[in-house]
Protein backbone atom coordinates (compact mmCIF):
# COMPACT_ATOMS: atom_id res chain seq x y z
CA UNK A 1 0.00 0.00 0.00
CA UNK A 2 1.31 3.49 -0.75
CA UNK A 3 1.63 5.72 2.39
CA UNK A 4 -0.24 8.96 2.18
CA UNK A 5 2.33 11.82 2.00
CA UNK A 6 1.83 14.30 4.73
CA UNK A 7 3.51 17.75 4.91
CA UNK A 8 3.38 19.98 7.79
CA UNK A 9 4.29 23.72 7.07
CA UNK A 10 5.36 25.87 10.92
CA UNK A 11 7.32 29.26 10.56
CA UNK A 12 6.34 30.56 13.78
CA UNK A 13 7.03 29.51 17.45
CA UNK A 14 3.17 28.97 18.30
CA UNK A 15 3.27 26.96 14.91
CA UNK A 16 5.83 24.70 16.16
CA UNK A 17 3.95 24.25 19.87
CA UNK A 18 0.95 23.22 18.15
CA UNK A 19 2.26 21.34 15.12
CA UNK A 20 4.86 19.07 17.55
CA UNK A 21 1.63 16.99 18.59
CA UNK A 22 0.73 16.24 15.63
CA UNK A 23 4.06 15.66 13.58
CA UNK A 24 4.79 13.39 16.19
CA UNK A 25 1.66 11.46 16.11
CA UNK A 26 1.80 11.38 12.40
CA UNK A 27 5.32 9.73 12.86
CA UNK A 28 3.69 6.65 15.04
CA UNK A 29 1.45 5.65 12.05
CA UNK A 30 4.50 5.66 9.95
CA UNK A 31 2.66 2.45 8.46
CA UNK A 32 0.06 4.50 7.15
CA UNK A 33 1.71 7.95 6.73
CA UNK A 34 5.03 9.10 5.33
CA UNK A 35 5.40 12.71 6.99
CA UNK A 36 7.16 15.73 5.88
CA UNK A 37 7.99 18.69 7.47
CA UNK A 38 8.36 22.17 6.23
CA UNK A 39 9.71 24.93 8.20
CA UNK A 40 9.50 28.45 6.60
CA UNK A 41 11.58 30.29 9.13
CA UNK A 42 9.39 33.30 10.06
CA UNK A 43 10.77 33.01 12.89
CA UNK A 44 14.19 32.59 13.25
CA UNK A 45 16.14 31.96 16.64
CA UNK A 46 13.59 31.46 18.44
CA UNK A 47 11.92 28.53 16.83
CA UNK A 48 15.23 26.54 16.83
CA UNK A 49 15.03 26.20 20.68
CA UNK A 50 11.53 24.38 20.33
CA UNK A 51 12.57 21.91 17.40
CA UNK A 52 15.22 20.70 19.72
CA UNK A 53 13.00 20.50 22.85
CA UNK A 54 10.03 18.42 20.68
CA UNK A 55 12.94 16.30 19.27
CA UNK A 56 12.08 17.45 15.73
CA UNK A 57 14.40 17.77 12.14
CA UNK A 58 12.77 19.72 9.48
CA UNK A 59 12.74 18.07 5.96
CA UNK A 60 13.27 21.55 4.61
CA UNK A 61 14.14 24.81 6.13
CA UNK A 62 13.15 27.74 3.90
CA UNK A 63 15.03 30.83 6.03
CA UNK A 64 12.24 33.38 3.98
CA UNK A 65 13.08 36.19 6.69
CA UNK A 66 14.53 39.07 5.72
CA UNK A 67 15.75 42.24 7.88
CA UNK A 68 12.64 44.79 7.25
CA UNK A 69 10.56 42.42 4.94
CA UNK A 70 7.35 43.95 4.28
CA UNK A 71 3.84 41.31 4.36
CA UNK A 72 3.81 41.56 0.80
CA UNK A 73 7.56 40.59 0.37
CA UNK A 74 6.98 37.71 2.95
CA UNK A 75 3.96 36.56 1.48
CA UNK A 76 5.90 36.29 -2.58
CA UNK A 77 9.21 34.92 -0.69
CA UNK A 78 7.09 32.37 0.82
CA UNK A 79 4.58 31.05 -2.18
CA UNK A 80 7.41 30.82 -4.47
CA UNK A 81 9.48 28.73 -2.12
CA UNK A 82 6.71 26.61 -1.01
CA UNK A 83 5.85 25.57 -4.49
CA UNK A 84 8.95 24.33 -5.01
CA UNK A 85 8.47 21.99 -1.85
CA UNK A 86 5.35 20.70 -2.94
CA UNK A 87 6.82 19.76 -6.98
CA UNK A 88 9.65 18.08 -4.31
CA UNK A 89 7.45 15.83 -1.78
CA UNK A 90 3.98 15.85 -3.88
CA UNK A 91 2.16 15.84 -0.88
CA UNK A 92 -1.55 13.84 -0.99
CA UNK A 93 -2.17 16.52 2.19
CA UNK A 94 -0.81 19.98 3.22
CA UNK A 95 -1.00 20.73 7.35
CA UNK A 96 -1.16 24.60 8.55
CA UNK A 97 -2.06 25.68 11.83
CA UNK A 98 -3.55 29.12 12.72
CA UNK A 99 -3.40 32.27 11.48
CA UNK A 100 0.07 33.22 10.49
CA UNK A 101 1.23 34.44 6.87
CA UNK A 102 3.10 30.91 6.92
CA UNK A 103 -0.50 29.33 7.19
CA UNK A 104 -2.10 31.40 4.94
CA UNK A 105 0.84 31.76 1.86
CA UNK A 106 0.90 27.62 2.51
CA UNK A 107 -2.97 26.46 2.24
CA UNK A 108 -3.08 29.18 -0.75
CA UNK A 109 0.18 27.34 -2.17
CA UNK A 110 -1.67 23.90 -1.87
CA UNK A 111 -4.79 25.46 -3.54
CA UNK A 112 -2.79 26.72 -6.61
CA UNK A 113 -2.27 23.14 -6.74
CA UNK A 114 -4.84 20.87 -5.71
CA UNK A 115 -3.52 19.59 -2.86
CA UNK A 116 -6.09 18.81 -0.12
CA UNK A 117 -5.64 21.18 2.65
CA UNK A 118 -6.17 20.10 6.38
CA UNK A 119 -6.56 23.57 8.90
CA UNK A 120 -5.54 22.86 12.56
CA UNK A 121 -7.17 25.56 14.78
CA UNK A 122 -9.84 26.46 12.40
CA UNK A 123 -12.71 28.85 12.89
CA UNK A 124 -11.34 31.46 15.51
CA UNK A 125 -12.75 34.66 14.87
CA UNK A 126 -12.70 37.71 16.32
CA UNK A 127 -15.45 38.94 13.34
CA UNK A 128 -13.33 42.50 12.96
CA UNK A 129 -11.55 42.75 9.91
CA UNK A 130 -8.32 44.19 11.21
CA UNK A 131 -8.06 43.12 14.68
CA UNK A 132 -5.85 41.19 14.89
CA UNK A 133 -4.40 42.10 11.68
CA UNK A 134 -3.08 40.37 9.47
CA UNK A 135 -4.66 36.85 11.25
CA UNK A 136 -8.08 37.41 11.01
CA UNK A 137 -8.39 37.69 7.41
CA UNK A 138 -5.75 35.30 7.40
CA UNK A 139 -7.86 32.45 9.18
CA UNK A 140 -10.91 33.36 7.27
CA UNK A 141 -9.24 32.99 4.18
CA UNK A 142 -7.60 29.63 5.15
CA UNK A 143 -11.44 28.67 5.59
CA UNK A 144 -12.26 29.26 2.07
CA UNK A 145 -9.51 26.89 0.62
CA UNK A 146 -9.41 24.26 3.15
CA UNK A 147 -10.53 20.64 2.73
CA UNK A 148 -10.51 20.16 6.35
CA UNK A 149 -11.17 21.94 9.25
CA UNK A 150 -10.24 20.61 12.81
CA UNK A 151 -12.18 23.14 15.05
CA UNK A 152 -10.88 23.52 18.81
CA UNK A 153 -13.90 23.95 20.39
CA UNK A 154 -17.68 24.34 20.02
CA UNK A 155 -17.63 27.50 19.51
CA UNK A 156 -14.99 27.39 16.89
CA UNK A 157 -17.04 24.77 14.95
CA UNK A 158 -19.97 26.90 14.96
CA UNK A 159 -18.72 29.63 13.87
CA UNK A 160 -17.23 27.67 10.63
CA UNK A 161 -21.36 26.05 10.19
CA UNK A 162 -22.09 30.01 10.22
CA UNK A 163 -19.51 31.02 6.94
CA UNK A 164 -21.09 27.80 4.89
CA UNK A 165 -18.26 24.99 5.59
CA UNK A 166 -19.26 21.64 4.81
CA UNK A 167 -20.41 19.82 8.20
CA UNK A 168 -18.99 16.60 7.08
CA UNK A 169 -15.55 18.67 6.64
CA UNK A 170 -14.81 20.21 10.23
CA UNK A 171 -14.01 17.97 13.17
CA UNK A 172 -14.08 19.42 16.97
CA UNK A 173 -10.98 18.04 17.98
CA UNK A 174 -9.65 20.58 20.62
CA UNK A 175 -6.56 22.57 20.73
CA UNK A 176 -3.05 20.97 20.33
CA UNK A 177 -1.34 23.30 22.54
CA UNK A 178 -3.11 22.16 25.13
CA UNK A 179 -1.57 18.55 24.04
CA UNK A 180 2.05 20.28 24.10
CA UNK A 181 1.20 22.25 27.29
CA UNK A 182 0.39 18.45 29.31
CA UNK A 183 3.48 16.61 27.88
CA UNK A 184 5.45 19.88 29.16
CA UNK A 185 4.40 19.34 32.41
CA UNK A 186 5.02 16.18 32.52
CA UNK A 187 9.01 16.58 31.25
CA UNK A 188 9.91 19.86 32.98
CA UNK A 189 12.93 20.10 34.47
CA UNK A 190 12.55 22.61 37.19
CA UNK A 191 16.40 21.82 37.90
CA UNK A 192 17.47 23.38 34.56
CA UNK A 193 19.75 26.54 34.77
CA UNK A 194 17.48 28.46 33.41
CA UNK A 195 15.19 28.07 35.75
CA UNK A 196 17.30 28.10 38.66
CA UNK A 197 18.97 31.30 37.47
CA UNK A 198 15.73 33.27 37.37
CA UNK A 199 14.42 31.55 41.19
CA UNK A 200 17.88 33.04 42.17
CA UNK A 201 16.87 36.73 40.95
CA UNK A 202 13.45 36.77 42.24
CA UNK A 203 14.70 36.41 45.79
CA UNK A 204 16.32 39.74 45.39
CA UNK A 205 13.82 41.82 46.00
CA UNK A 206 10.48 40.97 48.69
CA UNK A 207 7.06 41.03 46.62
CA UNK A 208 3.58 40.08 47.58
CA UNK A 209 2.47 39.04 43.80
CA UNK A 210 4.35 38.07 40.82
CA UNK A 211 2.99 39.07 37.14
CA UNK A 212 3.94 37.32 34.22
CA UNK A 213 3.37 39.81 30.92
CA UNK A 214 4.48 39.17 27.08
CA UNK A 215 3.61 41.84 24.53
CA UNK A 216 4.45 41.44 20.52
CA UNK A 217 1.73 42.06 18.36
CA UNK A 218 1.16 44.73 15.42
CA UNK A 219 -1.56 46.45 17.39
CA UNK A 220 0.15 47.27 20.17
CA UNK A 221 3.43 48.69 19.17
CA UNK A 222 3.92 52.51 18.90
CA UNK A 223 1.21 54.80 21.30
CA UNK A 224 0.15 51.93 22.69
CA UNK A 225 3.37 49.95 24.09
CA UNK A 226 4.21 53.62 25.56
CA UNK A 227 0.81 53.12 27.96
CA UNK A 228 1.32 49.27 28.30
CA UNK A 229 4.84 49.94 29.78
CA UNK A 230 3.41 53.22 32.08
CA UNK A 231 1.07 50.82 33.54
CA UNK A 232 3.59 48.45 34.32
CA UNK A 233 5.93 51.14 36.09
CA UNK A 234 2.85 52.54 37.86
CA UNK A 235 1.90 49.01 39.47
CA UNK A 236 5.30 48.10 40.51
CA UNK A 237 5.78 51.03 41.90
CA UNK A 238 2.81 52.00 43.96
CA UNK A 239 2.55 48.06 44.73
CA UNK A 240 4.60 45.07 46.04
CA UNK A 241 4.32 43.42 42.96
CA UNK A 242 6.91 41.47 40.62
CA UNK A 243 6.53 41.12 37.04
CA UNK A 244 8.16 39.41 34.32
CA UNK A 245 8.38 40.48 31.10
CA UNK A 246 10.41 37.86 28.41
CA UNK A 247 11.27 40.17 25.46
CA UNK A 248 9.86 39.69 21.94
CA UNK A 249 13.19 40.11 19.55
CA UNK A 250 10.79 42.35 17.35
CA UNK A 251 13.23 45.53 17.20
CA UNK A 252 9.99 47.60 17.49
CA UNK A 253 9.13 46.09 20.56
CA UNK A 254 12.47 45.31 21.91
CA UNK A 255 14.35 48.17 22.35
CA UNK A 256 11.60 50.91 23.77
CA UNK A 257 10.98 48.46 26.57
CA UNK A 258 14.40 47.91 27.48
CA UNK A 259 14.54 52.29 27.12
CA UNK A 260 11.80 52.35 29.31
CA UNK A 261 11.52 49.37 31.89
CA UNK A 262 15.50 48.45 32.08
CA UNK A 263 15.95 50.56 35.22
CA UNK A 264 13.79 49.28 37.30
CA UNK A 265 14.33 47.09 40.18
CA UNK A 266 10.79 45.27 40.29
CA UNK A 267 10.41 44.59 36.65
CA UNK A 268 12.56 42.00 35.48
CA UNK A 269 13.54 41.75 31.73
CA UNK A 270 13.87 38.46 30.21
CA UNK A 271 15.36 37.40 26.54
CA UNK A 272 12.37 35.00 24.67
CA UNK A 273 12.38 31.90 27.09
CA UNK A 274 12.68 28.56 25.70
CA UNK A 275 9.39 27.07 26.01
CA UNK A 276 9.89 24.50 29.31
CA UNK A 277 10.67 27.75 30.87
CA UNK A 278 8.03 29.51 30.08
CA UNK A 279 5.20 27.05 31.02
CA UNK A 280 7.55 27.40 34.39
CA UNK A 281 6.92 31.03 34.66
CA UNK A 282 3.34 30.31 34.05
CA UNK A 283 2.89 27.55 36.52
CA UNK A 284 3.81 30.49 39.03
CA UNK A 285 2.70 34.00 38.32
CA UNK A 286 -0.16 34.78 40.10
CA UNK A 287 -1.54 36.76 36.66
CA UNK A 288 -0.97 37.15 33.19
CA UNK A 289 -0.82 39.96 30.79
CA UNK A 290 -0.33 39.32 27.20
CA UNK A 291 -1.97 39.50 23.31
CA UNK A 292 -0.99 36.55 23.08
CA UNK A 293 -3.11 34.04 21.44
CA UNK A 294 -1.60 30.83 22.72
CA UNK A 295 -1.37 31.73 26.63
CA UNK A 296 -5.12 32.77 26.60
CA UNK A 297 -5.75 29.09 25.79
CA UNK A 298 -2.85 27.47 27.98
CA UNK A 299 -3.29 29.92 31.17
CA UNK A 300 -6.80 28.24 31.84
CA UNK A 301 -5.58 25.06 32.13
CA UNK A 302 -3.11 26.20 34.51
CA UNK A 303 -5.48 28.18 36.65
CA UNK A 304 -4.18 31.60 35.90
CA UNK A 305 -6.24 34.63 35.34
CA UNK A 306 -5.59 36.34 31.99
CA UNK A 307 -5.56 40.07 31.03
CA UNK A 308 -5.58 40.35 27.41
CA UNK A 309 -4.21 43.54 25.75
CA UNK A 310 -6.46 43.73 22.93
CA UNK A 311 -9.10 45.25 21.73
CA UNK A 312 -11.10 41.65 20.78
CA UNK A 313 -10.43 38.30 21.06
CA UNK A 314 -11.05 34.98 18.91
CA UNK A 315 -10.70 33.08 22.26
CA UNK A 316 -14.16 33.73 23.57
CA UNK A 317 -14.45 30.27 25.62
CA UNK A 318 -11.99 32.55 28.14
CA UNK A 319 -14.60 35.91 28.19
CA UNK A 320 -17.31 33.50 28.70
CA UNK A 321 -15.62 31.72 31.81
CA UNK A 322 -14.25 34.72 33.04
CA UNK A 323 -10.57 33.24 32.72
CA UNK A 324 -10.06 36.04 30.90
CA UNK A 325 -10.72 39.73 29.91
CA UNK A 326 -9.82 42.25 27.94
CA UNK A 327 -8.26 45.24 28.82
CA UNK A 328 -8.44 48.65 27.56
CA UNK A 329 -5.14 49.79 26.20
CA UNK A 330 -4.98 53.12 28.78
CA UNK A 331 -2.24 53.14 31.80
CA UNK A 332 -4.50 53.52 34.55
CA UNK A 333 -7.36 50.84 33.00
CA UNK A 334 -4.54 48.33 33.09
CA UNK A 335 -3.23 49.06 36.44
CA UNK A 336 -6.76 49.25 38.37
CA UNK A 337 -7.79 46.08 36.21
CA UNK A 338 -4.60 44.17 37.35
CA UNK A 339 -4.89 45.09 41.15
CA UNK A 340 -8.68 43.94 41.05
CA UNK A 341 -7.21 40.87 39.30
CA UNK A 342 -4.97 40.36 42.38
CA UNK A 343 -5.45 41.55 45.63
CA UNK A 344 -9.58 41.50 45.21
CA UNK A 345 -11.17 38.09 43.71
CA UNK A 346 -10.77 34.45 44.61
CA UNK A 347 -7.73 32.32 43.38
CA UNK A 348 -9.34 30.63 39.65
CA UNK A 349 -10.08 26.86 39.14
CA UNK A 350 -7.95 25.15 36.37
CA UNK A 351 -10.85 24.88 33.86
CA UNK A 352 -9.56 23.02 30.51
CA UNK A 353 -11.36 25.24 28.17
CA UNK A 354 -9.51 24.24 25.22
CA UNK A 355 -9.25 20.40 25.05
CA UNK A 356 -7.84 17.28 27.23
CA UNK A 357 -4.57 16.25 25.19
CA UNK A 358 -5.69 14.39 22.67
CA UNK A 359 -6.37 16.65 20.26
CA UNK A 360 -3.54 15.91 17.64
CA UNK A 361 -4.44 11.43 18.34
CA UNK A 362 -8.22 12.60 16.89
CA UNK A 363 -6.97 14.55 13.57
CA UNK A 364 -4.28 11.78 12.86
CA UNK A 365 -7.02 9.32 13.09
CA UNK A 366 -10.00 11.59 11.30
CA UNK A 367 -7.43 12.12 7.97
CA UNK A 368 -6.39 8.53 8.26
CA UNK A 369 -10.23 7.13 8.09
CA UNK A 370 -10.44 9.66 4.81
CA UNK A 371 -9.21 8.28 1.52
CA UNK A 372 -8.06 10.12 -1.46
CA UNK A 373 -11.22 9.14 -3.60
CA UNK A 374 -12.81 10.64 -0.64
CA UNK A 375 -10.78 13.31 -0.81
CA UNK A 376 -11.13 13.93 -4.55
CA UNK A 377 -14.94 14.11 -3.78
CA UNK A 378 -14.88 16.83 -2.00
CA UNK A 379 -13.51 18.91 -4.64
CA UNK A 380 -16.08 18.26 -6.73
CA UNK A 381 -18.79 19.19 -4.79
CA UNK A 382 -17.34 22.38 -2.87
Known amino acids: MNKHKILVIAGT ?8 PVIKAFQKQAHHFQTYFCLTGQHKDIVY ?33 LEKVFNKVKPDTVIVQGDTTTAYVGALAAFYQKIPIAHVEAGLRTHQRYSPFPEEMNRAMIAKLATYHFAPTEVALQNLRQEGIPPHSILKSGNTT ?3 LFWMLKNLDTS ?3 IQAIQKELTKT ?9 IHRRENQGSNLQKICA ?16 IHPNPKVKHYIIDTLGGNPNIMLLPAQSYDTFVWLMSKADLIITDS ?4 EEAPSLGKPVMVLRSATERQEGLLSQCCQLAEINQQSIVDMAIQQLYHLEAMPKAHLYGDGKAAE ?10 RSMVNALFTTT
Open 13 to 20: RPEIIKLA
Open 49 to 81: PLLNLFDLTPDFDLEVMREEQSLSQLTARLLTS
Open 178 to 180: IDS
Open 192 to 194: SPR
Open 206 to 214: SYSKLVLAT
Open 231 to 246: AFQQITREYPIKLILP
Open 293 to 296: GGIQ
Open 362 to 371: RIVNYLKDHS
